[in-house]
């Protein structure tokens, strides 16, 4: 895509940059032991329990109540501020168990026996006594902090800050105007979205979606320019719903004589859609989704002929990868 989704291009590189300048704030946890929760408040479900001493990703904080990373998992949870302290350095990577028990401290593997010099055979017929030897004791833990995986039904999936998704898929798409019957035309289709994140649930951007086909001698290309609102109902699922008001487009080149005429307009126009993020990593999910996007031209000026009332619509079935 050009025009619209090379800005947009342009855009993400910018925040990407800006992303990655920004260091990231931690907390180390002061209390013997402390529940993350799915959400901000202690009647919610436990995600994971954690131990004095780890030290973890802070992601925002919300009326008292800090939104951490839970460590091993590419999910978010909630626990009291009070119960922290600043982290001061990188949070540790903590690989959880499959079993859910608490992950041990890393231990040593204890020295090997020092070899023992034989001792001189005594001047009698009995053997001498076989050496012996008694490992070590184990070392203490360290305060490094443990974490143990509790109920991961309601994990909250990572949503914070910038993020951008792409992708391509089909659509059928229908072009018509005032007194026109037109039958629809089925053809690939294409996105570009990005924006910010205003809470685990919503999230606030701009997306440029495309259609494009030639049919006979003309090569059409409809579609949409909005800035959308994505809601999700429920934090601990990848589910969506969206919807968004902006600009709409038509374009057509063509052959005629010998010349190639364009044309192009433009108009107001909408997007809905539902979609799931399929996370397959901390910060990155497979979306599929399904869009309905509309455009209204209005009167459209071709030469000296008017053209009145031009429209589209497109139903799509898109699949794209999101980075949040």
């Known amino acids: ?54 030290v973890l990703e802070v992601l925002g904080r919300d ?24 982290g001061g350095g990188a949070a540790p990577s903590v690989t959880v168990p499959a079993t859910g028990r608490s992950a041990p401290a890393p231990r040593t593997q204890p020295p090997a026996p020092a070899p023992v010099a034989p001792a001189a055979p005594a001047p009698t017929s009995t053997p001498p006594p076989a050496p012996t030897y008694s490992p070590p004791p184990p070392p203490p833990p360290t305060d490094e902090g443990t974490v143990t995986m509790i109920d991961m039904s309601g ?44 809470n685990s649930q919503i999230l606030l951007g701009v997306e440029s ?63 809905t859609g539902v979609g799931y993020d399929l996370r397959v990593g901390r910060n990155t999910s497979i979306t599929p989704a399904f869009n309905f996007y509309y455009g209204g031209i209005g009167d459209a000026n071709v030469g000296v002929l008017t053209i009145p009332g031009v429209r589209h619509d497109v139903v799509e079935v898109s699949v794209g990868i999101t980075f949040h």
């Open 1 to 54: 895509m050009t025009g619209p989704g090379r800005g947009l291009g342009m855009i993400a590189l910018v925040f990407v940059l800006a992303q990655a300048a920004w260091g990231a704030e931690t907390v180390r946890i002061t209390a013997e032991r402390v529940d993350i929760h799915a959400d901000p408040n202690a009647s919610s479900s436990v995600l994971a329990t954690v131990s004095r001493g780890l």
């Open 63 to 86: 009326s008292g109540w800090i939104r951490v990373a839970t460590p091993g998992t590419g999910y978010a949870g909630y626990i009291p501020a009070v119960l922290t302290e600043p």
């Open 155 to 198: 994990r909250s999936q990572l949503r914070e800050g910038f993020w951008i998704g792409f992708g391509f898929g089909y659509g059928s798409a229908n072009i018509t105007c005032d007194g026109c019957e037109v039958d629809r035309e089925g053809s690939v289709t294409g996105f570009i979205k990005l924006g910010g994140t205003l």
């Open 209 to 271: 979606n495309a259609w494009v086909k030639t049919v006979g001698d003309v090569r059409w290309t409809v579609g949409n320019l909005s800035g959308t609102v994505t809601f999700y109902p429920q934090p601990s699922t990848g589910f969506f719903v969206k919807g968004g008001l902006g600009f709409s487009y038509v374009s057509a080149e063509m052959l005629v004589g010998g010349a190639r005429l364009t044309y192009d307009e433009t108009g107001w126009g909408f997007l």
